[in-house]
C-alpha cells in the first residue's frame, strides 16, 4: 500500500511558476516510477510527467516539456513538479500517481487526491 497526498496547488498568473508535490507514506516508495497527470473541467485526465524509481529518467508530455520538471527525493519519500511559463491551458486538477511511467493512466496503482492549479490570464 501506498499512500500519496498532494500539496502546492494555488492560483498564478499566467507566466509564472508554481510548485506542487506530493508526499508519500507507505512501503519502498523508493521501489516506485512516480507520474504526475492532470484533469481539466470536461476534459479527460492526462499524462504530464514521469519519473522512474531511481530519479535518472524522466518523462514529459510535449505540451509541458521545457516548462516542467519533475523530481524526487527518496530520503523524503516525495516527488515534485515545478511548473514554470504557466500557462491557462495549464489549469487543471493535478494527481500524483504511483506505478509506472508511461502516458496510461490505467498502469498506475495509487493516486492521490488531486491539488488545484489555477493560471489566470
Known amino acids: 500500500q501506498l499512500q500519496l497526498v498532494e500539496s502546492g496547488g494555488g492560483l498564478v498568473q499566467a507566466g509564472g511558476s508554481l510548485r506542487v508535490s506530493c508526499a508519500a507514506s507507505?512501503?519502498?516508495?523508493?521501489?516506485?516510477?512516480m507520474g504526475w497527470f492532470r484533469q481539466a473541467p470536461g476534459k479527460e485526465r492526462e499524462f504530464v510527467a514521469a519519473?522512474?524509481?531511481?530519479?535518472?529518467?524522466?518523462y514529459y508530455a510535449d505540451s509541458v516539456k521545457g516548462r516542467f520538471t519533475i523530481s524526487r527525493d527518496n530520503t523524503r519519500n516525495t516527488v515534485t513538479l515545478q511548473m514554470n511559463s504557466l500557462k491557462f491551458e495549464d489549469t487543471a486538477v493535478y494527481y500524483c500517481?504511483?506505478?509506472?511511467?508511461?502516458?496510461?493512466?490505467?498502469?498506475?496503482?495509487?493516486w492521490g487526491q488531486g491539488t488545484q492549479v489555477t493560471v489566470s490570464t
Open positions: 519519473i522512474n524509481w531511481t530519479g535518472s529518467r524522466t
Open positions: 500517481a504511483a506505478g509506472a511511467t508511461t502516458h496510461n493512466a490505467q498502469n498506475y496503482a495509487y
Open positions: 507507505g512501503r519502498s516508495f523508493s521501489s516506485w516510477s
